[in-house]
Nanobody, 119 residues
Framework: QVQLVESGGGLVQTGGSLRLSCAAS????????IDWYRRTPGKQRELVAG???????NYVHSVKGRFTISRNIAENTVYLQMNSLSPEDTAVYYC?????????????WGQGTQVTVSS
């Protein structure tokens, strides 16, 4: 079981910054990967950024150079630093954890945090 608690969303103007936090209830090194997704009305959920237990990182093309995913292992927290925000980044952002072993795999989601970028 993994509980995920997101925080850090809010309202910001175009060009502004926000940092999202995702606090996990267990050692994040025991989680195969932790990702940030976002969803806007009428659109599919989109993978924004992810980090594996080994530290590999990936980003969706649209946020490369603007967003940075990082982690604090001691605090079991993953962050998403978002800079140069635009209205197109407005969405509910979700933290996701994927845990897999030899026999099973599990997916866990946080409750989501709203990010609104005004023009």
């Amino acid at each position: 079981q993994v509980q995920l608690v997101e925080s850090g969303g809010g309202l910001v103007q175009t060009g502004g910054s926000l940092r999202l936090s995702c606090a996990a209830s267990r050692n994040i090194l025991s989680i195969n990967n932790i990702d940030w997704y976002r969803r806007t009305p009428g659109k599919q959920r989109e993978l924004v950024a992810g980090i594996t237990s080994g530290g590999s990182i990936n980003y969706v093309h649209s946020v490369k150079g603007r967003f940075t995913i990082s982690r604090n292992i001691a605090e079991n927290t993953v962050y998403l630093q978002m800079n140069s925000l635009s209205p197109e980044d407005t969405a509910v952002y979700y933290c996701h954890a994927h845990v897999a072993n030899r026999y099973n795999s599990y997916d866990y989601w946080g409750q989501g945090t709203q990010v609104t970028v005004s023009s």
